[in-house]
């Protein structure tokens, strides 16, 4: 059985698994404790008064990127805010970056200095400091970044928190990165005014810092960010839940300009599209109805959690009927 | 400009500037505030009365390991002690580890079980817990670890502590990996009774995780662990303190299956072989020589700490005369 057999979601699974078979204990030394394991945006621990996270995240050449599609400016903006959303979902602040390099020895120096300066801008702007990390030689390029943080709330966002009843809402506009993909790939032919949006959508996204936190602070426990989809992500949200959920294709937000741009294809790409890192989140209404505005983006209710074979998510239109599921979010040996 | 042009560590200290100079300064949040940043064996930040310190390293097919010298579950083994080692190199005990799979579709599952249960053999082995990571899609395999730990001690072992006058010392014996390798790789013909010994060098090192908390814990400051290379990595050791050393080849301490298989090179492998994972420590003699009996492994007084152009490493023979450099550390660009 190849890896490509069971997909990237199933071999986390088993060995999820053998670890927790066959891996020791989380050690706890001096005020140390183990609070999140595997399986959510990233892992915690209680230290002191706080509360650390831990993530990590890697971008390969010819797998998440090309240099078509992204400059190694932006891929190192882009590496680093794939991690602070990873924290932001947690309702945490960035602390420490550490910055894997796979290299082929022909890798132009130069390059590696536009990656850095992409990595160095997002950390100014999010306020987290590259401390180390290891350079090796490898055929393919590849970064990787592991990033901890604290959260100062003892309240942790985590994907498991999701129950019956709870609104489902998500930050920002979904689909415009994927519509951005389509313009730099595949050479989609939109207007200028759409294609500086969608580029600058797929080359540019934010973490939604700011956001995790008021939420945490707020009371709200159930968040994860939007990798690799919409309806995937909100469906492996309901998985560790224990519930399904229900989402009105016709709330969720998207911009205008993509949906000019892609008349047709708009609504797969927003429920389908990869790489937003907007908050998908979940709580009681009357705890998010009045949240929405005060948080720095704006966000948007688009469905509802229900009782349902986990994981399992219901898309339905305007008059209630439900969507036939188009597209799959990312899986890296299946896509 | 290429990386080959520049070298590993030619890449690794412009890449270091650029942080200094663009980065914006580490943050402090809750009670974080960090201690060391890029140049060490791990990165240390305060965390309440404790300091956390927190390493990465990578495996990659055909670069750091090829399927014939080292099975998956030797793998597991190997990439988990690369980490634990930069742990006990700033005397501190593991916690948490992060790991990254970076495969083609067509890996077989079973292979990456076999990593896992290497890999959870160290776990249990040095008492830390895999609590997270993340699996990508690759052309070429890699294993990344992140994995933080903490020093119960306010002292740390840094790289940059070594005084004029200290002693050099080593723990265990070294070379061994490196016959290991000449044996698994190049067939080097040896005794059965070599080949056992030589093999396990290679395959089922021990990171020194006692001995680096021993040796925090009497005084000594100054340690880093040998994974490029004996004079390689005492000569980065010695750059950043500022100082030279002077090694007595015939003290460096070599096991005598290694010296009797290898009548012509064991020397060399033993000043140049690398993925020993001992740990390389100076100090004031007072203080160290009684240390050596207290290490649960052997320790190995080889040399001295001397004025010298930093970073200059000279190995004398039984006459006092200089041996010629020959061979040298590890660079992944250059090898």
């Keep these: 059985m190849k890896v490509s057999d069971i997909g990237e979601f199933g071999l986390i699974d088993l060995l999820a698994r053998l670890v927790a ?30 509360t650390e996270v831990f993530t990590t995240d890697t971008a390969v050449q010819g797998v998440h990127f090309t240099l078509a599609s992204t400059p190694w400016r ?25 910055v894997t390099l796979g290299l082929p020895p022909d890798t132009p120096v130069a390059d590696m200095e536009e990656l850095y300066r992409g990595m160095l801008e997002a950390c100014r702007e999010y306020k987290t400091a590259i401390v180390g990390g290891d350079v090796v030689g490898s055929p393919v390029a590849f970064v990787t970044v592991a990033l901890t943080g604290v959260c100062q709330s003892s309240r942790l966002l985590t994907r498991s928190a999701a129950r019956e009843g709870d609104v489902v809402a998500v930050t920002g506009t979904v ?62 949200l309901c998985l560790v839940s224990g ?6 294709a016709e709330r969720v937000p998207v911009h205008p300009l993509l949906r000019k741009a892609f008349p047709q294809d708009y609504l797969r790409m927003a429920l389908h599209g990869g790489e937003e ?12 109805r009045p949240l929405l505005a005060e948080l720095l983006t704006t966000a948007t209710i688009i469905g509802r959690v229900v009782a349902d074979t986990p994981g399992h998510v219901v898309v339905v239109d305007g008059s209630g009927r439900e969507l036939a599921p188009s597209g799959a979010g990312w899986d890296h040996f299946r896509a």
């Design 21 to 50: 078979e066959e891996g020791p204990p989380a050690p706890e030394a001096a005020d140390f404790r183990l609070r999140l394991g595997i399986g959510d945006d990233a892992a915690a621990w209680q230290v002191g008064r706080g």
């Design 74 to 98: 932006n891929l190192g903006w882009k590496i680093m805010v794939a991690n602070l959303s990873d924290i932001a979902a947690m309702g945490g602040e960035p602390l420490y970056t550490l």
């Design 175 to 236: 689909g415009s990165p994927a519509g951005g993909l389509q313009v730099l790939v595949h050479g989609a032919l939109v207007s200028t005014e759409a294609r500086q949006h969608l580029v600058e959508a797929h080359r540019h996204p934010h973490p939604r810092l700011v956001e995790g936190r008021v939420l945490a602070r707020a009371g709200v426990r159930c968040a994860m960010d939007v990798s690799d989809g919409l309806v995937d992500d909100l469906s492996k």
């Design 243 to 248: 519930v399904g959920a229900r989402v009105e």
């Design 277 to 288: 890192y907007e908050l998908l989140f979940t709580g009681p209404e009357e705890l998010v």
